[in-house]
Structure formats: C-alpha cells, structure tokens
C-alpha cells in the first residue's frame, strides 16, 4: 500500500508535483497508485492531478524555475502515464457522434488535448486525435472524410490564437462550416469571451466541461435543410452542372485518370442520382448505388479504390463550383457516398 494513501487530493497533487519536478517517474507512479488506492477516478486524476500539475510545471518554466529539459521530462511522464491509464476510460455506451481533435500549427502542448480525447473516448465517441502541430489542411481534409459531428482545437499559446481563426475559415472555404467548433487552451481560460469572438461554438476549461459541451452542441446542431433551399440546390446543381462535369473530369485527369469518356459517363451518372435525391429531399435514396456500383463497375475496369477517389473529387468539387450554401449541401449528400464507400473498402 502507498504511503500516500491516507493524503487528500490536494496533497497528491502536490506530491505529483514534486515528483515532476524532480523528473521522478517511478515516485509519480505512486502517486497516482495511491490515488487508485483511495479509489479516485481515472477522470479525477487527469482533472485534479495531471492538469494542474502541467499548468504548474509551464508556470514554473516561465519563472525559470524548472529547465527545457525539466519541462519536456515532465510531459514524457504524464503522457506515459495517461497512455498506462488509457484503457481505463473503455466507453460504457457507444454514441453515433465523431470528434476530431487536434492542435493548430506551431502548438506543441498535447497533453490537455489528449485528456480531452480520453474524455470523449470513454463518452463513446469516436474520436480521431491528430496530437500537436497539425497542419490546417490536413485538420479539414479529416474533418471532412471523418463526417465529424464536432471539431476540437487546442492552441495554448496566445501567438497561436489567429491559427483557431485560419481553421475556421478554411472548413468555411471547404463548405464545411456546418460543422461545430470548440476551443480550448489558457488562451480560452483567461478570455471568456475569446471563442465567440472567433466565431466557434464554445469553449471549455477541462475536458469534462468539453463533453458537456459537446452534447449540448450536438443536441442542437441544425435542422437539415428545407424544401425551399433543396429546390433552390437543385437549379444551381442543374444551371452548374456542365460547369461541375468539366471540372470533376479536369480533377480526375490531374490525378492520372485516362479513360475519359469513362469516367465523364459515371461523373454524369452521380449526377442524376444526386438531382433525384435532392428533390426527394432524401439522402437515403443514394444508398443502394454503392453496392450496385461495386458489382456493376468492375466490369468496365473500375476498380472500389478508384470509385471512392472520384466521388471525394465530386464532393469537393460540388463545394467550390456551387455558390454557398448550395455546394455544401449537394456534397454531403455525396459524402454519404463516400463513407458507404468507406465501409465498403474497410469490409
């Protein structure tokens, strides 16, 4: 049995501390035994001995208390820590909902990202952690095949705050704006105000106030769109749609496609299928096509990998040729094509 079983909370935490400090894994091993011992939660321990320790660790760096090299130690410990801890937040209950998290270009501090992405994980979602450092692009690239219903941001350095404001406007350029976005990071923490400033949906201070959030924002996340608006995607789709072909078959030509007329005749096919679909108003009636197109394709030399890259380039080229918000919603229409497509490849 530890010899900090009978501590309070508080007390671990600062034993922890003095373990980091002093670069010690195997002493912050007994602490956090010890709070198991006493039968703290895993969530308690990331929420009131890990996360205050590593704002303590960074404050003292500032001060210069604690070297780079005391610093970087730390973090190694913690995150091998939660990395041990990790299949202790198992989900209880699946959800249908996926989070995309990950830190904006030049942050470097995971570790409060990567407890949220616990948090989420053990909340049943199903969560794509991207870690620190992430380009822009590939945060929308992944945002868009993930079909997320939530993306989360960590930018813990104030000079990277106008990163969160490149991120949102790139998945509005993308068509993607209909996706949430939540924040957080000491920036969001001092500034209450700063996540609405940047035009997100909220932010939160530890990663169980972000679930919290999190459902509450996917508990009103938009109705879908109404007849008015699909019958105005329609005419845009029908005025634009030699416009739309012309540029998926450019795309496909760029990326090594030589049958031409081939593909130009399936780009026509998905067409027609998406300006039924959109007048019904229903994006299941698109779901028997893949099958169908599995058996059928095949035949004319298509292969399911090259499928799935050409409905990627229909759907984002319906994003940049149709005027906002009529691409958006004519690609995710065909996104549900190209997660089918997904799922048939993976199986």
Not at 15 to 31: F, I
Not at 148 to 177: H, K
Not at 241 to 270: M, P, W
Request: net charge negative; charged share 20%; glycine share 6%.
């Amino acid at each position: 049995m530890s010899e900090h079983i009978h501590q309070p909370i508080g007390e671990l935490q600062s034993s922890y501390l003095h373990a980091l400090v002093a670069g010690s894994g195997r002493e912050a091993d007994r602490v956090v035994t010890a709070a198991l011992d006493l039968a703290v939660t895993p969530q308690q321990i990331y929420l009131d001995i890990f996360q205050p320790t590593a704002y303590q660790i960074g404050q003292l760096w500032q001060r210069n208390k604690v070297s780079v090299a005391q610093e970087h130690l730390a973090t190694a410990i913690v995150e091998r820590q939660m990395g041990e801890m990790h299949p202790m937040f198992r989900p209880k209950q699946p959800r249908s909902h996926t989070m995309v998290l990950g830190c904006v270009p030049d942050e470097w501090h995971r570790v409060g990202l990567r407890m949220v992405a616990d948090f989420f994980e053990a909340d049943g979602w199903d969560v794509h952690y991207l870690g620190a450092n992430v380009p822009v692009k590939d945060l929308v690239g992944l945002a868009r095949e993930s079909h997320a219903d939530l993306v989360g941001l960590s930018a813990e350095m104030i000079f990277n705050v106008p990163r969160v404001s490149e991120f949102v406007q790139a998945l509005d350029q993308a068509g993607l704006s209909g996706i949430p976005i939540i924040a957080g990071g000491m920036p969001f923490i001092v500034q209450h105000d700063l996540a609405q400033a940047l035009n997100l949906r909220g932010s939160a201070p530890n990663a169980e106030q972000a679930v919290r959030l999190a459902h509450e924002i996917v508990g009103t996340r938009s109705s879908p769109p109404s007849p008015l608006m699909l019958a105005a995607t329609v005419l845009a789709l029908r005025a634009n749609s030699e416009k739309i072909l012309a540029e998926a078959l450019e795309r496909s030509q760029v990326a090594g496609d030589t049958e031409i007329a081939l593909i130009h005749a399936g780009y026509q096919y998905v067409l027609r299928m998406l300006d039924a679909a959109l007048v019904a108003g229903s994006p299941e009636l698109l779901d028997g096509q893949i099958s169908w197109a599995n058996d059928r394709q095949p035949h004319d030399g298509i292969a399911p990998e090259q499928l799935f890259e050409r409905l990627i380039r229909m759907a984002d080229t319906l994003r940049e040729t149709l005027p906002s918000p009529h691409g958006a919603i004519a690609a995710s229409y065909v996104d549900r094509l190209v997660a089918q497509q997904q799922v048939y490849l993976a199986g």
